[in-house]
């Protein structure tokens, strides 16, 4: 039997599970349900783990998150296809075009299993999902959950026989209004779960039919594709250029030889917090030092305040992190989304002080005009560049871990507790020469406290800018 590649979509920034998820580090990255071992991808990829299958899972992220998924992926030592890297994110129909013109090129499959990075799927094994005759099947599956309540946010398929396990599908509808999704829940419809399992050759015929400009520029873009360290980066010229579609809108809405299979395994979709807090406790401490007292009915907090009360307020949500706070009716929280796709206010969803580099990560905590602190984590044999400041000096404080010191033409190791400083203009570089991570409390002083104030001299990582 021919494998079947898995595209994983890790696209999404998962706004309406906003502050928790951010555009820095959004939900498929969080460990959830709360109190889960692994995050959401991980999750995911534990799925695949039948070779006899599966190949190797190809990857579509966004630029922002290409070091979270490496993170996950060298961690636990999960061999993949590749990692394409989109420049600008547009959509599902982009990603999974990208991913079947790659899958068909370079790994030479005749089938992809198309799989969000975002679901809740206990004791998941995507083997299950392959058909024993899958050479003789030539149909695309999409794999159907019986809905639970009349959602506005998933898109419903309606099928011939809705007592069969497979069943052809008549007609697929993407994300209706409340009314229309009673409508749909009354004749029998089922929930799409964003799960496909494709024939590559079909689907290409199929873009190229109704999205022939779209075909064209993502075909160029994997032509062109450029090898950036682990990743395969997309030219962004050509990614603004495509259209923002979905791909229920590009091709399901459009296609008229569709089967559906019934997905057995439990199933939740992780994208509102009306679901999350479902899964959770009344009250979600995000530290060990939080207490939190609730004596309010039906309500939850998610916070990590040391201190936190809410009193006599029923059927609330309310989830403090950071900088952040989100209070709302758990009858409207999903209309958190709208918010911040509202002209002035996008610039709270994209608020990050959490960013991610090659060599691990660093986190904000104070930024004022003449001094900025943040905590730096530098991974096991990792080092930033060898670099200088013009309008900066650093102070360093290691706080764990063993750091090997280069300032000027001196190099020195400093273990917890100990500190060093570097003068404005002073070449430096920090290298991680311990078997953990190595982690330092940076204070920057100066008048020009910015990324831009990196001047490279040697970066192991080959990069041009910050």
Known sequence: ?????????????????????????????????????????????????????????????????????????????????????????????????????????????????????????????????????????????????????????????????????????????????????????????????????????????????????????????????????????????????????????????????????KFRQSWRDLGSWNTLTELSDKNVKLDKKVRIINNSKNSNVISDKRNTILNDIPNVVVVAKKDSLLISSKKNINKVKDILQEKGNKDICNFQNLFYRPWGHYETFIDSPNYLVKKLTIKPKHRLSLQFHKFRSEHWVIVDGVAEIRKGKSKKTLKKNESTYIPKGVVHCIKNIGNSDLEIIEVQMGKILKESDIIRLDDPYKRTKK
């Open 1 to 261: 039997m021919n494998k079947v590649t898995p595209i994983i979509l890790s696209g999404g920034i998962g706004s309406r599970l906003w502050p928790l998820s951010t555009k820095s580090k959004p939900k498929q990255f969080l460990k959830l349900p709360f109190d889960s071992k692994y995050n959401i991808f991980e999750q995911t990829l534990f799925g695949l783990k039948d070779p006899k299958k599966f190949n190797k899972p190809l990857i579509i992220c966004s630029e922002e998150h290409k070091f979270l998924i490496l993170e996950s992926l060298t961690k636990f030592k999960i061999s993949y296809s590749d990692i394409i890297v989109e420049k600008i994110s547009k959509n599902t129909a982009t990603s999974v075009l990208l991913g079947v013109l790659y899958s068909i090129r370079k790994i030479k499959s005749e089938k992809s299993l198309v799989l969000p990075s975002d679901h809740f799927i206990p004791n998941r094994n995507y083997a299950k999902l392959i058909p024993k005759n899958l050479k003789k099947n030539k149909r695309h599956i999409i794999y159907g959950i019986k809905p639970e309540f009349p959602s506005t946010d998933y898109g419903y398929i309606s099928i011939k026989n809705e007592k069969q396990q497979i069943s052809e599908v008549t007609k697929f509808y993407e994300k209706p209004s409340k009314g229309r999704a009673k409508g749909f829940i009354n004749k029998g419809f089922f929930w799409n779960s964003g799960i496909f399992l494709l024939n590559n050759k079909t689907i290409l015929s199929e873009f190229k039919n109704y999205s022939p400009k779209m075909f064209s520029l993502c075909s160029q873009i994997v032509s062109e594709l450029k090898r950036d360290l682990n990743f395969l980066e997309t030219d962004q010229t050509k990614m603004k250029n495509l259209p923002n579609l979905s791909f229920d809108k590009a091709i399901l809405e459009k296609n008229n030889s569709l089967t559906m299979v």
